[in-house]
Antibody, heavy 121, light 107 residues
Framework: EVQLVQSGAEVKKPGESLKISCKAS????????IGWVRQMPGKGLEWMGI????????RYSPSVQGQVTISGDKSITTAYLQWSSLKASDTAMYYC??????????????WGQGTMVTVSP | EIVLTQSPDFQSVTPKEKVTITCRAS??????LHWYQQKPDQSPKLLIK???QSVSGVPSRFSGSGSGTDFTLTINSLEAEDAATYFC?????????FGQGTKVEIK
């Protein structure tokens, strides 16, 4: 079964660092892009960026460029999203998602269950 | 950045009724437009890809059409389980973007 399993909910203070994970299984991890999508409480979906695990090519939305780092580890088929200094405005549900084909531009048909990140003093 | 504008923002519909949601792109995106359904406390689910291509496992009452800048998601004969928020998503150019969502409520 193709699936993405994300790490658990996090509660952090402003200024702290964080790395959340997305463990892939059931397919060739290196051949499919993985994207990250943010959903603030009660709001819509926001595309943050995407990584190709095969060569770690990464693209970011301008809205998060420099604020987060997307990475991947082929050896353990896991993608990551990390922050060096969290802000209260980073409070959101974060999803990883995989396109339905090896094309980066395909629709996301596999989604993780989401990781809720809460940043509060 | 390509902006996707969905209409309406909210729709209250009776079962068996037909639902039409539109998504307009700020510039031409060809057919690189995908539709998702999201129910409360669930991850989004892909319904339609590349504007009109069906997705395995999705009921046939869901269909999509359009190209360029104007797209439509149609739900024929709405069922109670279709109560959800629907999002469009363009992958034509970076950054990829989503529409603001359309919430469908069952009367």
């Amino acid at each position: 079964e193709v699936q993405l399993v994300q790490s658990g909910a996090e509660v952090k203070k402003p200024g702290e660092s964080l790395k959340i994970s997305c463990k892939a299984s059931g397919y060739s991890f290196s051949r499919y892009w993985i994207g990250w999508v943010r959903q603030m409480p009660g709001k819509g979906l926001e595309w943050m960026g995407i990584i190709y695990p095969g060569d770690s090519e990464t693209r970011y939305s301008p809205s998060v460029q420099g604020q987060v780092t997307i990475s991947g580890d082929k050896s353990i088929t896991t993608a990551y999203l990390q922050w060096s200094s969290l802000k209260a405005s980073d409070t959101a549900m974060y999803y990883c998602a995989r396109p339905s084909s090896i094309a980066a531009a395909d629709g996301f048909d596999i989604w993780g269950q989401g990781t809720m990140v809460t940043v509060s003093p | 950045e390509i902006v996707l504008t969905q209409s309406p923002d909210f729709q209250s519909v009776t079962p068996k009724e037909k639902v039409t949601i539109t998504c307009r792109a700020s510039q031409s995106i060809g057919s690189s437009l995908h539709w998702y359904q999201q129910k409360p406390d669930q991850s989004p689910k892909l319904l339609i890809k590349y504007a009109s291509q069906s997705v395995s496992g999705v009921p046939s009452r869901f269909s999509g059409s359009g190209s360029g800048t104007d797209f439509t998601l149609t739900i024929n004969s709405l069922e109670a389980e279709d109560a959800a928020t629907y999002f469009c998503h363009q992958s034509s150019s970076l950054p990829q973007t989503f529409g603001q969502g359309t919430k469908v409520e069952i009367k």
